[in-house]
């Protein structure tokens, strides 16, 4: 069945580096995939989409790719700051244009000022 | 603008009582609609989605069910609740275009307590 991994549960680091989150799949191949941040006790919010086609995608100081040889999207912040702390997500539908989602379990990250 | 309503938004519940969560959606026409669960420390689980009045589609077999009785209304229902339906009940919004469904727009949650 398809599955998205994020390969650190926790991710520690100094406020104004980049925090550089991992996301994989197996088992399938999305058209696109998602990120959201999630803050304790609230729903995730959306960050950014990134589509099969697309390399890299920007949004301010967030940046993510998509490389399907690797199976794997890279999800950054740059010039972090503590108010980037929370758990970050992946998701993707299970398949090209389904209208279900797949979710990723989540990294927390902290910046530590 | 749109915007996604949830209710309670905490709730305490003996084992084999009766469950209704509600989600309205206003801004939005035909949305599809979700229902999660997130257990504590834990990713999100998709329970049901709707793309429509009256079609639900169940990801994983339980004791809860879902209804969509109008386009923008989403209720999650359990008949008895189990100790191991505890958890943080989010519904979502999304829509579907022309090149796929796009991002999800979740409400603030109900956190479920069963005792």
């Known amino acids: 069945s398809q599955k998205i991994e994020q390969n650190s549960e926790a991710l520690n680091i100094q406020e104004g580096k980049t925090a550089t989150l991992t996301c994989n799949y197996t088992n399938y191949s999305p058209a696109y995939l998602q990120w959201y941040r999630q803050d304790p006790g609230r729903g995730p919010v959306f960050l950014l989409l990134?589509?099969?086609?697309?390399k890299e995608k920007r949004k301010e100081r967030l940046k993510v790719t998509f490389d399907t040889t690797l199976k794997q999207s890279l999800f950054h912040i740059t010039a972090s700051q503590p108010a980037d702390s929370a758990t970050y997500l992946c998701?993707?539908?299970?398949?090209?244009?389904?209208?279900?989602?797949?979710f990723g379990p989540g990294t927390r990250l902290s910046v530590l000022p | 603008s749109q915007t996604i309503h949830q209710w309670p938004a905490t709730l305490v519940q003996p084992v084999g009582s009766p469950l209704s969560l509600e989600c309205t959606v206003e801004g939005t026409s035909n949305p599809n609609l979700y229902w999660y669960r997130q257990a504590a420390g834990r990713g999100l689980q998709l329970l049901f989605y709707?793309?429509?009045?009256?079609?639900i589609s169940s990801e994983v077999p339980q004791n809860l069910s879902a209804s969509r009785p109008q386009d923008r209304q989403f209720i999650l229902s359990s008949k008895k609740l189990l100790l191991s339906d505890s958890g943080f009940y989010l519904c979502?919004?999304?829509?579907?275009?022309?090149?796929?469904?796009?991002?999800?727009?979740f409400g603030p949650g109900t956190r479920l307590t069963v005792t």
């Open positions: 990134i589509r099969e086609n697309e």
């Open positions: 998701a993707s539908p299970p398949d090209n244009y389904g209208q279900n989602f797949v």
């Open positions: 979502a919004w999304s829509l579907t275009g022309m090149s796929g469904t796009y991002e999800q727009y």
């Open positions: 709707s793309v429509g009045i009256g079609q």
